[in-house]
């Protein structure tokens, strides 16, 4: 007769150890991101402390957030300033104008990028637009000084002697043209990386349905490159009202304040050179509330359209 042991109960399994928290799992790559994070607290985010003294009259020497307390003061001082309006609406012109020509620009050399078949070629061209990006915007506006003097290389070129950057209607046709040219080759980057995405499959339909190469593009490279677009359309928006602070202070003079006087150079000249700094502080402020309008405006147009978003 065979007796049947019982089999000694088995010990519960060991619920398995709890996972380290990725914070503390991956502090080395999250160290990654301590400098740029204290830069933004200190140059972006500490700063904006400040804005108080666009409701608060500064004195150089008294308190670093203003003494006396003036409300709207200054913000009603502006809004009834004839040369404020002036250098708003020039800064609305030429705002548009580089967004309207510089933004398109880049996707269109990265879809004739994107069709050049011979490398050699394709490395050359990337490599030449890519060179203007590197150059300091001091020696851009030194170049465009020289080449546009008045015995510079295109009067020398036309026979003519005309002071280009003397003249009020030449200054937007000259800061529109050196932004092409110095960033539309920088910009097809992100464009041409998100062209290496596109699944060729959707090319190859196409092709089966007699697509050509335009229409491959238009319903299979766009609708693909979609996001990429309006993420960095969103982001130009969001920089519009700065539109170039640099180049513009190096190339305009009294002559051409007109139409190259912007908010960012009026902010320089009255705040900084003048001392009115709870002035040009409820200026720039208004400016930013305008620019953070556009970007949450521009977001939310791009989300309910196209589906697109930065949040």
């Known amino acids: 007769m065979v007796t049947l042991t019982k089999a000694p109960p088995t010990a519960p399994a060991t619920p398995p ?27 972006r985010y500490a700063p904006m402390v400040g804005n108080v003294i666009a409701f608060r009259r500064f004195r150089p020497g008294g308190s670093p957030f203003g003494d006396d307390w003036v409300g709207l003061r200054y913000v009603r001082m502006f809004l009834a300033d004839p040369t404020f309006w002036q250098v708003f609406t020039n800064t609305l012109i030429i705002g548009t104008l580089t967004l309207i020509i510089c933004f398109p620009l880049p996707i269109v050399l990265a879809l004739l990028l994107n069709e050049v078949r011979i490398k050699h070629l394709k490395r050359f061209v990337q490599s030449v637009s890519y060179l203007p990006h590197f150059l300091s915007v001091v020696i851009v506006a030194g170049m465009v000084g020289q080449l546009l003097s008045v015995d510079g290389t295109v009067n020398t070129l036309a026979g003519t002697e005309i002071p280009f950057l003397q003249r009020p209607e030449w200054f937007r046709t000259i800061y529109v043209s050196s932004e092409v040219w110095q960033t539309v080759g920088w910009g097809t980057i992100l464009y041409l990386a998100a062209l290496t995405t596109l699944d060729e499959e959707l090319y190859d339909a196409a092709r089966i349905d007699g697509a050509g190469r335009l229409r491959q593009t238009w319903h299979v490279t766009l609708p693909g490159i979609r996001p990429t677009m309006m993420t960095l359309l969103i982001l130009n928006i969001g920089a519009f009202m700065a539109v170039g602070f640099e180049k513009i202070l190096l190339l305009y003079n009294p002559l051409t304040y007109p139409t190259a006087d912007v908010i960012p150079t009026y902010l320089y000249r009255l705040g900084v050179v003048s001392g009115n700094f709870s002035y040009g502080a409820a200026i720039g402020l208004f ?18 359209t196209v589906g697109t978003s930065l949040w």
């Open 17 to 43: 150890k709890r996972a380290r928290r990725p914070l503390i799992r991956d502090w080395q790559l999250y160290s990654l991101a301590v400098l740029p994070l204290l830069f933004f607290a200190v140059f």
């Open 287 to 304: 400016e930013a509330v305008i620019g953070l309008i556009l970007v949450f405006t521009a977001n939310s147009v791009s989300r309910r």
